[in-house]
């Protein structure tokens, strides 16, 4: 039962990606283009998420833990550092020249769509690369502590 | 250049889709739906119980598509206005920049904003911005 209700979850957020067109790179491109072929439909799937989503946490929030887990994994960090705004520049950088994100490729993964395999192929690379370098900082850190 | 239609009742509708797949995500695992800690957590899973319910969430997912296209008799458009090194380079950056920043779209976009959480509005606001300059750059400046 829980692992069929995971299941539904990822299908209902398939669905509403392909339904929205963050999985078409043509629309998410022309929502950023303001000053040329714009397209403002994206701001109408980022509205009807977060109000849902809102309205939905602020219930589901108030509960003492998830239906078939002990605790809410909700995320610790707390600190705004360079990593943050750095990564997330990037990423609008990568998502700018692209044209997909994260969420809106991987359910069209299935599709077999080559243009979306490729971006797959090129993100897994990228996500490998900065746990790499993550790792090699972190233990740097840990070897220059331990001095 | 490719004009896309303007789809607000399809867009506030999907998106509507993503909010409540992530409150139910929440409700049933109490986990976030951020595509970028789902595939994470696929690739290097803390444990067997972790990659798990990460893989059937992805089937999942995979399984959106052909539901639409039992619904509407087609596939989901996918137009792809940019050329292969772009797409490479694009997804490379991402995968970095989310490595890094924690978080994409789905996550703090969606998740993340929806709980107010600092980090995630910062995030945020700074991909948008990130993304809006280099449409601009990309478009208007250089005239790929």
New interface residues.
Partial sequence: MRLFLVYISGLVFGVGIVISGMANPAKVINFFDVAGTWDPSLAFVMGGALVVAALGYRVVLKRPHPVFDGTFHLPTKRDIDMRLVGGSAVFGIGWGIAGFCPGGALPVVSTGNPDVLLFMGALIVGILTAKTLQRHSASRQTAAFSD | ????????????????????????????????????G???GV??PASREDF??RA?????????????LLATGG????????S?P?????????????????G???G????????L???SI???I???????????V???VIGV
């Fill in positions: 250049m490719y004009e896309t239609a303007f789809t607000p009742w399809q867009s506030l509708g999907g998106g509507a889709l993503i909010g409540a797949s992530a409150v139910m995500l929440m409700a049933v695992v109490g986990r976030v739906m951020g595509a970028t789902i595939m994470a690739m290097a798990t319910w059937v969430l992805l089937a999942g997912m995979f399984t959106g598509p052909f539901i639409y596939m989901p458009e996918i137009t792809v206005p940019v292969t772009m797409l490479l380079v694009g997804g490379l950056l991402v995968g970095l920049g989310v490595t890094y920043g924690g994409c779209t789905s703090h976009g969606v998740c993340g904003m929806a709980r959480s600092p980090r910062v995030a945020t700074t991909f948008m911005i990130g993304t809006g300059v280099t449409v601009f990309l478009r208007h």
